[in-house]
């Protein structure tokens, strides 16, 4: 599902809104930007790993392994935050637009909280800790909405989209190819391994179809 989000709705709206604008020279940053955020991801793994005092290994283990939900919820603030500015602005527009932007992405959202969700729950999160985490990341969403009533026009939310979107991008490649990937890969046993690899593909499919809407 994050690799389906990246490829499949991030960097190809990232394109779009560079191609829509116009603007030179977009393509170097959006690069810039996706790699900013695997490194900012990155940097994060680390210093929480190196701030946890913890000495018992079993115990510094799970604590490690609690910092991949940490990740992708801060990932998903800024998934969020971009959905907000989708809605807002697309009230200013017009009622029936906002409407139907906000069906869109809600159709958008559902298979995909399920899927953080359930990273969040492999991370070492109780469900209420899990449902706490992922209700007050929507939340964000509600900023987003109120930063695009504050834009005077919609060439400064462009501009702001063109680092958002990538950067979020590089966040959620970093969590799928560092943390979730590399977990995949330990499975040995072929009937669980198969398993994972359709649930992958399953969530690339539901993530390409989400794209047509």
Same mark, same amino acid.
């Given at each position: ?30 690069? @810039? ?5 695997? /490194?900012?991801?990155?940097? #994060?793994?680390?210093?929480? &790993?190196? !701030? *946890? ?81 992922? @209700? ?5 969403? /509600?900023?987003?909405?109120? #930063?695009?009533?504050?834009? &005077?026009? !919609? *060439? ?58």
């Amino acid at each position: 599902g994050l690799l389906g989000d990246v490829f499949l709705h991030l960097l190809p709206e990232t394109y779009q809104n560079m191609i829509d604008s116009g603007e030179e020279g977009g393509l170097g940053r959006i690069g @810039i930007a996706v790699l900013t955020g695997i /490194l900012t991801f990155l940097v #994060l793994e680390k210093v929480l &790993e190196m !701030s *946890n005092p913890t000495t018992n290994e079993e115990a510094m283990e799970k604590e490690n392994k609690k910092i991949v939900g940490y990740l992708k919820l801060f990932a998903n603030c800024t998934d969020n935050l971009l959905h907000g500015l989708a809605v807002g602005t697309s009230f200013l527009s017009s009622f029936r637009l906002g409407v139907t932007t906000t069906a869109a992405i809600l159709l958008h959202e559902i298979p995909h909280e399920f899927g953080d969700f359930a990273i969040l729950l492999k991370s070492g999160f109780d469900r209420w800790e899990a449902a706490k985490a992922q @209700i007050s990341t929507a939340l964000v969403g /509600l900023l987003g909405a109120l #930063l695009a009533l504050a834009f &005077e026009s !919609s *060439n400064d939310l462009e501009t702001l989209l063109m680092y958002i979107l990538p950067f979020t991008a590089g966040g959620f490649l970093n969590i799928a190819l560092v943390s979730v990937v590399p977990e995949l890969m330990q499975e040995k046993r072929p009937g669980p391994a198969l398993g994972q690899f359709l649930c992958v593909i399953g969530g690339i499919v539901a993530m390409s179809l989400l794209t047509m809407i």
